[in-house]
């Protein structure tokens, strides 16, 4: 069998790349997928990655301007659909329209499969892009396909003429192994960082933009800051704010307390040196961030935006996001100095464990019904 994942790059470490590589990396050998990229990709080595697990990166998309960049990837995927035969397209996106003139080329496949991975748009002109989204959604529905979503929401979203039962609900596949907690990684991380053994580290883990919330996160620190000042914070991530973000640190005068990295291949080596996590994300198709805390035995403050079906354990908390929480934020996030991180992967729910996510994927390429 030979699928094709549609709309899949590394383009600041998205959700949607970290599963279609799981998928990929752990697909029976009887089936073969290859990846079709709208965006280059950013680092040469993720595609080198990809080749090792026996899949083609092709980019189908263009430089040329909005309208005609549509055009040339609705030819492209048309054209290697037509030379590659693929039995399957898993077509993967936050909004109808990508989603939509991918379909659109990929019509005649013998089987399609659309995948919400949000629950709303994101970017300038929020409201124009979600009336757009709406408008592409009529035509969507044209469409014969199979319906997933990370969650219940992120399905109304891009499935709004949907029944309940006709979208099946896909949790994300994790490897718990990957990121168990193991004092001695801590140790050798927290060494590597520069961080005492008495000093409490906040992890903000994610993309720099404004479904993240990063400028609440600054306001969350700031409150913790005034009862306690030795208190850091580790962010690991890229985006366009990131910038806006250094800046309101400066501002503040919290740049001391604040490290700043780039993405990385090995972000479980930094759940471990951290003690709690916050997430005051203003919206989220699931939040797998929030999950992965949670395996490395980290405390976890989510904002109440991100789905419950993240709570694996009692070590997640979810709180509202308005400035008026922010002393909710801090009193909750400061009672974690007296937590002692522990391994607890026996007091966790493996719902989300990743071979459990790749049998639901073929049992559904291969024309299984698994809600």
Request: aromatic fraction near 10%; hydrophobic fraction near 40%.
């Amino acid at each position: 069998m030979k699928v094709l994942e549609v709309n899949v790059d590394d383009h600041l470490y998205g959700g949607v790349y970290v599963l279609v590589k799981s998928i990929i990396q752990y697909l029976p050998k009887h089936i073969r997928a290859d990846v079709a990229a709208l965006e280059p990709f950013d680092d040469k080595n993720h595609i080198t990655e990809l080749n090792e697990y026996g899949s083609e990166v092709y980019y189908v998309g263009s430089k040329r301007n909005k309208v005609l960049k549509q055009i040339d990837i609705y030819r492209n995927i048309k054209q290697l659909i037509k030379e590659k035969q693929y039995d399957v397209v898993h077509l993967h996106s936050d909004v109808s329209h990508k989603i939509l003139v991918s379909a659109l080329a990929a019509r005649k496949a013998p089987k399609l499969v659309f995948h919400a991975h949000a629950n709303d748009a994101e970017g300038k002109f929020l409201i124009l892009r979600r009336i757009f989204h709406k408008m592409c959604c009529v035509f969507l529905k044209r469409i014969p396909a199979d319906y997933l979503a990370t969650s219940a929401d992120a399905g109304k979203w891009m499935f709004p003429w949907a029944k309940k039962e006709d979208v099946i609900v896909l949790n994300n596949g994790i490897d718990y192994h990957r990121f168990e907690f193991d004092i001695k990684k801590r140790e050798e991380k927290r060494k590597e960082l520069g961080y005492r053994d008495d000093e409490f580290v906040i992890g903000l883990f994610g993309r720099f933009v404004s479904p993240k919330n990063p400028i609440f996160a600054i306001e969350i620190l700031q409150a913790i800051l005034e009862k306690d000042p030795h208190i850091k914070m580790l962010c690991i991530g890229e985006g366009p704010l990131k910038q806006i973000f250094i800046q309101e640190l400066e501002k503040r005068n919290m740049e001391e307390n604040v490290r700043i990295l780039g993405n990385t291949d090995h972000i479980e080596e930094y759940y471990q040196a951290i003690d709690a996590l916050i997430m005051p994300s203003k919206f989220e198709g699931f939040g797998m961030v929030a999950v992965e805390s949670q395996i490395s035995g980290t405390p976890t403050y989510a904002s109440v935006n991100v789905p419950d079906m993240t709570k694996i354990s009692d070590l997640i908390c979810y709180m509202p996001t308005q400035h008026e929480d922010l002393d909710k934020w801090r009193d909750k996030i400061l009672e974690a100095r007296s937590y002692i991180k522990n391994n607890i992967m026996d007091r966790i729910d493996k719902k989300y464990e990743l071979h459990t996510l790749v049998k639901k994927i073929v049992s559904i390429y291969q024309g299984g019904n698994e809600k």
